[in-house]
């Protein structure tokens, strides 16, 4: 998706443009159309050709309020916008696709092993991860960061659930194809044969990963989910799996995104670069919200529910748009402005409520460590080439980001 830094384009109709569409992403710009819709549209309507429909929500106190009452808004009928209509075979068992209370007691035991403490133990890790992706860059070439940036979550996600390395790249593009099963680089004959392809081959690799722990457990986040307990039972192979496949897609679907966007956006703005190495903090933060790369997740309405613009229907669909609520500008001053120093970033790029994403520290910790290492590494980064952008609804996402960068220290003649 582009991101442009345009408010409301004059004369736009949210009626004319097809949110629903993967391919829509990958060459066009909604942020345009989120502007019109949050200004005069904020329960914005779209049928499709076969029947089925939904209703779009722009603003951020509405996303707020959908994501974080699942009292009144059910992701049980699925949380993707490409399951609108299909239901979730995993409602009830897997962690994003499961309501209060079982979800609390799914979550719970989860907590303590993705806490902000887990995540700092997993630092150095982190730092081994960035060294390899960055390794590239430090010749001077042309580096590709939309497929390098792939390795990075995939480590973290492997030291945490205890996933081989040698494992590791067809992870990476199972999970890829699993979030965006659209994207024509990676597409097997239609959409819904390469979901069913990375479901099969990625639910298969975790049913051998718990076969394995049964003849020798092992300390890590397959065994805890295997010998926890959720309320007063132990979780079935069917929610380990599950949930295994939740926490893999949750961080190799949003992540590498998150770092392909920010360093697009710190090469659109130099300014901002200039100021990074005093600011990765906020930088990381800023770089969440400029990007929102998990771009859309899905409820039903339990109950009539009033929002901004009318009424939703109970049994209705509604998919909350978080790159839009972030660009909201009742809560971000100036939101097209790429400001890594900004105060109060009260960004919702991972959720709002009871589905947080649980995955938070991790992520903040990885990016944290990437960007200080980038900082530190290089003096200049430009663009080396065309962008190509995912073709996704759910994903805001890169599948090419060529840039050249300078080694701090090294000048060279080009
Ligand atoms: C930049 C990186 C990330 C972004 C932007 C992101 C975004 C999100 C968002 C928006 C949700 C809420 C879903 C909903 O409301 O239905 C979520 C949930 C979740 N995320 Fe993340 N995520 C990121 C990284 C990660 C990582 C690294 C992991 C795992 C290691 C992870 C695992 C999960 C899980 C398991 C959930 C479901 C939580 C629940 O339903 O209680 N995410 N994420």
Same mark, same amino acid.
């Not at 059910?74 to 399951?83: A, I, K, P, V």
């Not at 890594?340 to 919702?348: F, G, L, S, V």
């Not at 409520?353 to 649980?358: A, D, F």
């Given at each position: 998706m582009r991101i442009s830094a345009s408010t409301a384009a004059p004369?736009?109709?949210?009626?004319?443009?097809?949110?629903?569409?993967?391919?829509?992403y990958a060459t066009g710009d909604p942020h345009p159309v989120w502007a019109v819709m949050r200004a005069s549209a904020p329960l914005h309507r779209q049928e499709l050709p076969d029947g089925r429909s939904f209703l779009s929500i722009t603003r951020y106190h509405d996303a707020c309020r959908v994501l974080g009452d699942a009292a009144d808004f /059910?992701?049980?009928?699925?949380?993707?916008?490409?399951?609108l209509g299909q239901g979730d075979a995993a409602a009830g068992q897997m962690l994003v696709s499961t309501d209060p209370p079982r979800h609390s007691e799914l979550r719970r035991p989860l907590n303590r092993p993705m806490s902000a403490k887990s995540a700092a133990a997993l630092e150095d890790t982190a730092r081994r991860a960035v060294a390899t992706v960055l390794a590239p860059a430090m010749d001077g070439e042309v580096w590709e960061v939309a497929g390098l940036a792939d390795h990075l979550p995939v480590a973290l996600a492997g030291a945490l659930l205890g996933l081989?390395?040698?494992d590791w790249p067809d992870l990476a593009r199972w999970t890829a194809m699993a979030a965006?099963?659209?994207?024509?680089?990676?597409?097997?004959?239609?959409g819904s044969q390469t979901l069913a392809i990375a479901h099969h081959s990625l639910f298969d690799y975790f049913a051998r990963q718990l076969r394995r722990r049964r003849d020798s457990a092992a300390d890590d986040l397959i065994s805890h989910l295997m010998t926890m307990s959720a309320g007063a039972e132990r979780l079935s192979d069917d929610e380990v799996i599950y949930n295994c496949y939740s926490l893999l897609l949750g961080a190799n679907a949003t992540t590498p995104h998150a770092v392909a966007g920010t360093i697009l956006a710190l090469i659109e703005h130099p300014d901002q670069w200039r100021l990074a190495p005093d600011a990765v903090g906020t930088l990381v933060e800023e770089g969440l919200r400029w990007t929102s790369p998990a771009s859309s997740f899905l409820r039903h309405a339990v109950t009539d529910v009033e929002l901004s613009g009318g009424v939703v229907r109970r049994g209705e669909a509604v998919a909350v748009w978080i790159g839009a609520a972030n660009r909201d500008e009742r809560v971000f001053p100036e939101p097209y402005r790429f400001d890594? /120093?900004?105060?109060?970033?009260?960004?919702?790029a991972f959720g709002f409520?009871?589905?947080?994403?649980?995955g938070a520290s991790v992520a903040r910790m990885t990016l944290r460590v990437f960007f200080d290492e980038l900082i530190r590494r290089f003096d200049t980064i430009e663009l080396a080439g065309p962008v190509e952008h995912l073709a996704s609804a759910f994903i805001a996402g890169y599948i090419r980001l060529p840039v050249r960068t300078r080694t701090k220290g090294k000048r060279r003649d080009r």
């Open positions: 004369g736009l109709n949210p009626c004319d443009v097809d949110l629903f569409s993967p391919e829509f /059910t992701s049980e009928r699925g949380s993707l916008l490409h399951q081989p390395e040698r965006a099963p659209d994207e024509p680089s990676w597409r097997i004959r239609s890594i /120093t900004r105060a109060n970033n009260r960004h919702i409520g009871p589905h947080y994403c649980l």
